[in-house]
């Protein structure tokens, strides 16, 4: 006898003999293919399948998964710029000096996931930024108060910090923490924002990836 028909003849002998809850148990160890569509997550991946991505748990209310949270983080970075990068369609470019414009659409091309940049703009009186004059870029981190967001966002800063001397890279500044390329052996190293109201999400720069470059 085949032992799919073994198989099916021994759930249905069991399920006749032992309460429900018992016989779904061996039922499903018996049948490998229910056992993964059982479970299947809201991210539509199976996260007992060798290889395919579990998502992380948010820590959002009732723990609500974003599209961020089904983008597994690699743990390898992407390759480098490699040259000029494609216009990224984002009004952030407008105003932007090169180097800064190149590293917007570099990182742009390499996480597209990314979907709000901040370029050219205004900041208060007195405090030294190089967003008004087009050499500073932020980019936002969907998700960022989640596990999975945090990770992107370090995944981020780190592929800048590996590719500074291409991208002409001053410094970077992500989850209250900056690094110098002046100073790469002082590493990343706690941040304060000078400015107003410095302990928000922005200010402490937790939900964006903050890098200027060199004129």
Known sequence: ???AVWIACLTLVVALSVPFGAALVITTIAT??????????????????PGLPTPAPSPTPENVTTDLDCVPVSGDLPPGPGGSCPPSGS??????RPN??????CVKQRFPWIKYMGGVGSRPS?????????LAVDFMIPAWNSHAGNARGWEVAHWLQAHAKDLHVKYLIFDNRSWRAYNP??????????????NNPTTKHENHVHVSVYA
């Not at 800064?100 to 659409?105: G, P, S």
């Not at 007195?126 to 087009?134: E, F, I, L, N």
């Open 126 to 134: 007195g405090y030294v930024s190089d967003h008004p004059r087009g």
């Open 1 to 3: 006898m085949k032992p």
């Open 32 to 49: 490998p293919a229910a056992a993964h569509q059982l479970s299947i997550d809201s991210c539509s991946t199976i996260t007992d399948e």
């Open 185 to 198: 052996s002082a590493g990343w190293r706690p941040y304060r924002y000078p400015g107003p109201n410095p």
């Open 100 to 105: 800064a414009l190149r590293a917007l659409r």
């Open 91 to 96: 009004a952030a470019e407008r105003g932007l």
